[in-house]
């Protein structure tokens, strides 16, 4: 995959990040846990896979580095 379309999936799961804030949000005032808990999930998976993808996004001088450590 190129970094262009990395970029644009990361740009994607940001997206994706806000809109499920806004759900998990609106599951706070409704007091529905279960949904809650859905949106905390989705939004932990996002962000796993948003630094996985910023990792490739960086050059392999550096990428090399990361995993040395």
């Known amino acids: 995959m190129g970094k262009a379309k990395i970029r644009k999936k990361v740009e994607g799961y940001e997206e994706q990040l806000k809109k499920h804030i806004t759900k998990f949000n609106e599951a706070?005032?409704?007091?529905d846990i279960g949904s809650m808990n859905y949106m905390a999930r989705e939004m932990s998976d996002y962000l796993k896979r948003m630094d996985i993808l910023k990792k490739r996004l960086l050059p392999k001088k550096f990428r090399k580095k990361l995993n040395k450590i």
């Open 28 to 31: 706070k005032e409704r007091d």
